[in-house]
């Protein structure tokens, strides 16, 4: 179902029943999977590739060139997964690296005006709520909200079930598990409602509170130091807990804290 004033590149491939709006642009190198709808009024440049049950809303602007200006501009992509929403004005760029895409997982929403910018890695069932802004080689984890305006710094990486309060600054990485808010971020605690809502255990809820409270209340000590601390406490064999440690020990840029 192609409407009549869309353009769509005959290189692109078209899945099975989607549906192409009013003056959609479609250029070569383009998958869009089955049942995929494409309202009006929007670009998608490849190479992409787009999974099954994406919805896109009009003015999104999705698979364009990166802002990098470093890149000379050889051929890369973005590879989207399945049963995403992109709400209006919603802007995802190609990667810099020829090999490595742009990459977003399924179930994910993004609401209008949010941004996934180049060699983003971007999980699943998240949500970037009105105007929040992903940076360059940034890594999402599952299930993470971001409020509106709120902003990731480049190379920075948010674990997984972590709520972002809004108009926040990220510029260090983020435990998982957790909340944050300020201009830059500060840790506010766990994330407790998100981790009752996914279905976290009690045992796995206090182990984690056993976690946080060792790493991160005492703000003055040193974070090598607690995190020896917790391994040698019993919450530190909670599989939650182990993949927070995880997390914090393959850092490069620091914690929020």
Request: hydrophobic fraction near 35%; aromatic fraction near 6%.
């Amino acid at each position: 179902m192609i409407h009549p004033t869309a353009v769509v590149s005959p290189k692109a491939e078209i899945g099975a029943e989607v549906e192409i709006g009013p003056y959609c642009i479609i250029g070569d190198d383009v998958h869009i999977g089955d049942r995929t709808r494409l309202h009006a009024h929007l670009v998608i440049e490849g190479p992409i590739r787009i999974g099954a049950d994406n919805e896109f809303y009009p003015f999104c602007c999705v698979g364009t060139r990166c802002q990098d200006l470093k890149h000379s501009g050889e051929p890369t992509s973005v590879q989207i997964g399945d049963r995403n929403t992109f709400r209006e004005y919603v802007s995802v760029h190609r990667s810099t690296n020829p090999e490595i895409p742009t990459r977003i997982g399924s179930d994910n929403s993004f609401l209008a005006y949010s941004h996934v910018a180049h060699d983003v890695v971007l999980g699943n069932h998240c949500i970037l709520s009105n105007c929040a802004q992903l940076a360059g080689h940034v890594t999402i984890e599952d299930y993470v909200i971001l409020s509106g305006l709120s902003g990731v710094h480049q190379f920075c990486r948010v674990g997984a079930h972590v709520m972002v309060g809004g108009c926040t600054k990220v510029v260090q990485d983020v435990a998982p598990y957790t909340i944050v808010d300020g201009t830059p971020a500060q840790l506010r605690g766990l994330n407790l409602v998100g981790l009752q809502r996914r279905g976290f255990s009690k045992e796995e809820i206090l182990s984690l509170k056993t976690a946080y409270k060792t790493l991160f209340l005492k703000k003055e000590s040193n974070l090598s130091a607690q995190i020896q601390v917790l391994k040698e406490m019993e919450a530190a064999q909670n599989g939650k807990v182990q993949d927070m440690l995880k997390f914090l020990q393959s850092s490069e840029r620091g914690f929020v804290r």
